[in-house]
């Protein structure tokens, strides 16, 4: 079954595919215009108008020193690494645990992290607030860390759909060479989860470094900085620049949007069909 | 030492290890804060002083005498709809690039790269799309001959909340199509290919191999969709701050408008308590259509 | 992130107190710390006026932190004054915290009792005002500056406005002269007049960033004109129907009103930001706007010359007579749980008197003897208008505000784009109710 190049199906196909691109492409599209444009260009032309020149990057530079982008990359990178890591072990070891098997408060335990997805955490902000405070937690990049470690009710379903693919006689056969169970998720569970931990790793990822209410909120202090909150550095209550804006907003996508094209690889390789057959 | 241990005593330990640290987190960052919104919702407070008085159900009952506050979660229906669009657009594409498809790793990039992008930026990129003076939107519609359809879409009390349901399906669409594909990647090809062999077509395949393997995934994802749309707050907030005139306010605007504007704490707290009970219920008759549905 | 624009900006005016309580400077009350030395000539060059004896210099080291709504200037000018004050107090350090959500950050630290040291004050309860802040009797500043009355308590000063705003018609020189305009109205009819001029040229007449709401505000101003005094809003309290068409308010929205029916204001209004709008009065693409005096230097940053910007007195009956409208901002004040209070008072005193804020942002000094010389500001007072000052909102009035909803800003966008009479009953019915209910 190859794929015909260029049956009527398959240009259906990259038609459809091709107008969804440009509603995607489009909006950025006007964001890339203006990075490049000087503040008085930006105020008296028309947003779609092409800038002056494209090799004025006089935006970039102001940003980058303006909100001390290098800073805020390395709170974010290290918000992420210690978070991401960490909420990786816990969310494989709580799937293994719910996945494979069963006790007295299995259900308690699935039934809270389904109970918590539905508070809206934006209404519950003093109290979380106060023991974060309590503690001491507060004005740390601790407390990023902290609150994104846990678990939730995505990456579970998403780790237990993956875990009910993994034959169940790979777990038989390996306690019949007598391996312990923590060996089993150590080199069978935890490997075969790869593709979900792949896909998991970069949502939790994006959502981290897009995330601008815990570190504002958690971790004012200007040495703590992350990316996203580095943005607030060009708009107030009132109003914005917004060509500073554009640029750093196109600044700061790059490089997730990088690190989005290398995992992406492995989400799709497909890994999971070779691996368990 | 391990391997002496019965696999039941191992089990034992092995749960209590395993789940310790991730309930302790839950219980501190999640339930904690949760159970202190139903404590707050029978109180009188205004958000900062020390001191905080019994209200009993007087909050709720503010709660459901305000028109405003029902008129308000009115339009997340509005959001769930285009939520509910968006699952559907987000499963077909995942299928249309789950096939081999020529530059099908481009396309997964690309439709999947308005989630990768920070709120603030959709928020300020759809102002100039939709704005109905000098807005791209417009000009293409009058550019068409559309005049008559050019309206000003953030001042339209009946458009504003299509619009933004429509954004939000743009931003979240990926998302929907990336657990699809996960999903997807996971069901053996071989089970639609047996299926094909056997003479079924690609649609019905799909409809009778694929899907009911990852009924599961589709209820996830309707679940976050729900959870989303009905309590959506950034959006309207950034964007149109529920104008014109409260027409795009959604009940978490109002909630956190009634504890951060008005100084009502208490009421706050009810309606959160409100808005997860409405949550619950709506989930349910979801996870009944779909089970009726699956069967 | 575009957030409470206006909660914050209802706050800024609404933080406060029942006129005439405040005020006195009593000095039996002044703070202990006040018995420390005057300071001493360590302190180089620019300290102006005594130093109120709260801070001598020996006190002033260590670390505070300041939060800021000003996020947009906090690493550039804010950081300038932090070290032009660092430089002056060696062994200091001020963290500055720029704070965009302000009001409701703010509000979620204080219930936790996490203030930073210095900050822009947020309403409490009046009584309250002790709990959360530190009294700055003792900078000695309270004969010197506007608005002393409005974050005051029992006699003692809690906050410092962090300037003082002049709300006039804004306008761009020449679209003016684009649509043959030689001078600035002098009457109600005028303005008319002249807005149908400019929208025949294709001008728009009046911006009012609508959509934005905030920028609403200022057009209560005429009501308050009109009323005579700034003790209109408070006054309600007295009666079970205070939106009347007749009556000030319906009066004074009603000028905002016509000009909306009239079609002066933006084309579509629900699509007007003030982002916008900064570039349209720039460009001559709009031609007045009625707002405080800081928005010139916008106008400014946005590509128009200084000279081209003019700024006078609304003109809002026929009778040639004016009256001007001074506001308060966001004010300094120092949280009660500063570990470092007599550094927080010499810095909040440092960036009122030394920092050059004032000067550099084209803003109104909250010192009276700091002038702002600007023409603009010059101009505007030629015209000897009687200027009103902003009074703080009443606990009872807020109580019922607070408890009915009222949105101030959305109030204005639906008399000016409703029917007025029935917007006015419907709120009068919701004030009624709420009043009785709270036994106001």
């Not at chain 3, 006699?155 to 020449?174: C, D, M, P, S």
């Amino acid at each position: 079954m190859t794929a015909k190049r260029f049956g009527p199906v398959s240009l259906i196909k990259h038609a459809i595919l091709w107008a969804a691109v440009a509603m995607i492409v489009f909006p950025p599209y006007v964001l890339v215009l203006n990075a490049f444009k000087s503040k008085e260009e930006f105020s008296q032309t028309s947003v779609f108008k092409l800038p002056d020149s494209f090799l004025n990057f006089d935006n970039f530079v102001s940003v980058m020193t303006r909100a001390h982008l290098d800073r805020a990359y390395r709170n974010t990178v290290i918000i992420i690494a210690v978070a991401v890591i960490g909420n990786v072990a816990l969310g494989t070891m709580v799937a293994y645990i719910l996945g494979r098997f069963d006790f007295k408060l299995k259900k308690a335990v699935m039934g809270a992290y389904i109970a918590v997805s539905f508070v809206p955490t934006i209404t519950t902000q003093v109290a979380t607030f106060t023991v974060v405070h309590n503690l001491h937690l507060y004005n740390t990049l601790w407390a990023s860390i902290v609150l994104h470690l846990g678990t939730n009710v995505l990456q579970i379903f998403i780790y237990l759909q993956f875990l009910s693919n993994i034959p169940k006689e790979l777990d038989e056969a390996a306690m019949m060479e007598g391996a312990s169970l923590f060996r089993i998720y150590r080199t069978i569970i935890f490997p075969l989860l790869a593709p979900a931990t792949a896909t998991i790793v970069i949502i939790k990822t994006i959502d981290i470094y897009n995330d601008m209410f815990i570190p504002y909120l958690y971790m004012p202090a200007q040495k703590l900085t992350v990316v996203s909150t580095s943005l607030m550095n060009f708009s107030s209550e009132r109003s914005t620049e917004w060509e500073l804006m554009s640029a750093a907003i196109l600044m700061i996508m790059v490089p997730i949007v990088a690190l989005y094209l290398f995992f992406q690889k492995y989400v799709f390789a497909g890994i999971v069909n070779g691996a368990v057959k | 030492m391990v391997g002496n241990m019965s696999y039941g005593l191992q089990k034992r330990i092995l749960i209590i290890l395993f789940l310790l640290v991730p309930i302790a987190l839950l219980a501190t960052f999640a339930l904690y804060p949760a159970a202190y919104l139903v404590y707050l919702s029978f109180m009188t407070w205004d958000g900062f002083s020390p001191e905080k008085t019994w209200a009993g159900l007087a909050n709720y009952k503010e709660v459901f005498e305000s028109k405003e506050v029902w008129a308000a979660f009115g339009h997340n229906f509005v959001y769930l709809g285009w939520g509910l669009l968006q699952n559907a657009l987000g499963l077909a594409f995942a299928l249309l690039l789950n096939s081999r498809l020529k530059g099908r790793n481009a396309y997964r990039v690309m439709l999947f790269m308005p989630y990768i992008m920070n709120g603030v930026a959709v928020a300020y990129m759809f102002n100039y799309v939709f704005n109905s003076e000098y807005g791209s939107f417009n000009t293409l519609l009058r550019g068409m001959g559309l005049d008559s359809l050019a309206i000003s879409w953030f001042g339209s009390p009946k458009a504003v909340n299509h619009v933004l349901g429509f954004i939000t399906l743009w931003k979240f669409m990926g998302l929907n199509m990336v657990i699809y594909l996960a999903a997807l990647q996971s069901v053996p090809s071989e089970i639609e290919e047996a299926a094909r062999i056997d003479g079924a077509s690609r649609f019905q395949a799909i409809l009778h191999v694929v899907l009911p393997n990852i009924t599961k995934v589709i209820e996830l994802n309707l679940f976050l969709t729900i959870i989303g749309t009905l309590e959506i707050f950034d959006l309207p907030f950034i964007l149109t701050g529920g104008g014109p005139l409260g027409a795009s306010d959604t009940f978490l605007t109002k909630t956190v408008a009634t504890a951060f504007k008005f100084n009502n704490f208490g009421m706050a707290s009810a309606m959160s308590v409100t808005l997860i009970a409405a949550v619950v219920v709506v989930l349910s008759v979801q996870r009944l259509v779909t089970r009726r549905w699956s069967n | 992130m575009k957030k409470n624009v206006a909660a914050g900006l209802v706050m800024t005016i609404g933080v406060g107190l029942l006129a005439g309580c405040g005020g006195s400077n009593d000095d039996s009350n002044a703070s202990p710390s006040a018995s420390a030395p005057a300071e001493t000539g360590a302190s180089a060059g620019a300290s102006a006026g005594s130093d109120g004896g709260a801070s001598g210099s020996s006190d002033i080291k260590g670390t505070i932190t300041w939060a800021t709504h000003r996020t947009e200037l906090a690493e550039t000018d804010l950081k300038k004054y932090v070290e032009a004050f660092e430089a002056k107090y060696p062994g200091t350090e001020v963290k500055i915290e720029g704070l965009k959500d302000y009001e409701q950050t703010i509000r979620v630290r204080m219930a936790a009792n996490e203030l930073p040291d210095v900050l822009s004050l947020v309403e409490t309860t009046q009584s309250d005002l002790p709990k959360f802040y530190e009294p700055l009797d003792d900078l000695g500043l309270n004969d010197k500056i506007y608005f002393k009355d409005y974050n005051s308590y029992e006699g003692k000063l809690y906050g410092i406005t962090q300037q003082v705003a002049i709300n006039g018609l804004l306008y761009n020189k020449k679209a003016f002269e684009k649509a043959g305009i030689a001078e600035p109205p002098k009457t109600l009819d005028e303005l008319f007049a002249d807005a149908e001029k400019l929208k025949a040229a294709g001008i728009v007449p009046m911006a009012t960033a609508f959509k934005d709401a905030w920028t609403l505000q200022y057009w209560t101003d005429p009501a308050e004109f009109i009323y005579g005094s700034t003790s209109l809003r408070n006054d309600k309290i007295k009666t079970d129907t205070p939106f009347t068409v007749d009556g000030p308010y319906g009066q004074g929205l009603g000028i905002l009103k016509q000009l909306y029916d009239k079609g002066y204001l933006e084309k579509d209004v629900f699509s007007a930001t003030w982002d916008q709008t900064q570039k349209d009065l720039a460009s001559g693409k709009a031609a007045m706007m009625y707002i405080g005096n800081w928005a010139i230097s916008n106008l400014v940053s946005n590509g128009l010359p200084l000279d081209d910007i003019g700024f006078v007195p609304l003109p809002y009956d026929n009778s040639g007579t004016y009256k001007g409208m001074m506001r308060n901002d966001w004010a300094y004040a120092v949280s009660s749980t500063s570990k470092n209070k007599p550094l927080a008072k010499a810095f909040i005193k440092f960036m009122l008197e030394e920092s050059g804020d004032y000067a550099d942002h084209m803003i109104i000094s909250p010192l009276k003897d700091q002038q702002q010389s600007l023409k603009q500001i010059t101009d505007f007072m030629a015209y000897k208008p009687e200027m009103l000052e902003a009074r703080s909102i009443s606990e009872d009035v807020k109580a019922v505000e607070n408890k009915m909803q009222f949105d101030p800003f959305k109030f204005i966008q639906e008399v000016t784009v409703g029917k007025m009479q029935d917007v006015f009953d419907g709120y009068n019915k919701k004030w009624k109710s709420t009043k009785t209910a709270l036994g106001k």
